[in-house]
């Protein structure tokens, strides 16, 4: 069965651009997550899919966005980049939508630099 | 709002000789479920082991196992007869509300030949 993937895995943008991220989880999983890493601030959750409904979000400005598509493929978006987001995108498929019940299987991961 | 906690940024321990990292968590649940991830390199986040809080008996993986003091809201991981291979940085997190992961912040470790 194929891993979760992700596109692009490496990515240069501007200030003030947009950019979006995709991420195709393993086949029969209909959660996706999506996680920001920094050196400083660590991994921090930034939404969750499920069925295509954002189900939770955390604590990041509006301009990260996502979606969810009907066969379950995400993508997150983030418009009028900043410095500081340049990070390590996440994301993380699980089979089951319950409250912290199912294992999530991470992507490789997007290196997004913002010049 | 939840934390996990890893006071140890970074561990050293001899080939085939065993280490624990540490972890410590916040949460007014009585039902919850607790995992050690791995990430080596390469960035990919691979699941160690988990725990299920209702149950007593600590969850082992062949050479990883943890200690989860449900009480003292601590769930360590320990590694025996560590390899080359277990070099990477170790996470700690709490499964929270739909899916959504807290981590902590991390322990660096790194193996000696």
């Known amino acids: 069965k194929a891993g979760v993937t992700q596109t692009p895995r490496y990515l240069i943008k501007t200030r003030g651009q947009q950019v979006t991220l995709s991420c195709s989880p393993i086949s029969g999983h209909r959660s996706v997550s999506w996680y920001q890493q920094t050196p400083g601030q660590g991994l921090q959750f930034l939404f969750e899919?499920?069925?295509?409904?954002?189900?939770n979000k955390g604590n990041f400005p509006g301009r990260f966005s996502g979606r969810q598509f009907s066969n379950s493929r995400s993508e997150m978006n983030v418009s009028t980049l900043e410095l500081g987001d340049s990070a390590l995108y996440l994301c993380?498929?699980?089979?089951?939508?319950?409250?912290?019940?199912?294992?999530?299987?991470f992507g490789p991961g997007t290196r997004l630099t913002v010049l | 709002a939840q934390t996990v906690t890893q006071s140890q940024p970074e561990m050293s321990v001899q080939e085939a000789e065993t280490v624990t990292l540490s972890c410590t968590y916040d949460t007014s649940e009585s039902d919850y479920y607790l995992f050690w991830y791995k990430q080596p390199p390469s960035r990919q986040m691979i699941l160690v082991i988990r725990?299920?809080?209702?149950?007593?008996q600590n969850a082992t993986e062949n050479r990883f196992s943890v200690n989860f003091q449900k009480a003292a809201k601590s769930f360590s991981l320990k590694i025996s007869d560590s390899q080359l291979g277990d070099a990477a940085m170790y996470f700690c997190?709490?499964?929270?509300?739909?899916?959504?992961?807290?981590f902590g912040g991390g322990t660096r470790l790194m193996v000696k030949p």
């Open positions: 993380a498929s699980s089979v089951l939508g319950t409250s912290g019940r199912s294992e999530q299987f």
């Open positions: 899919y499920f069925s295509e409904t954002q189900r």
């Open positions: 997190a709490k499964g929270d509300a739909g899916n959504m992961l807290t």
């Open positions: 725990q299920e809080a209702y149950k007593q």
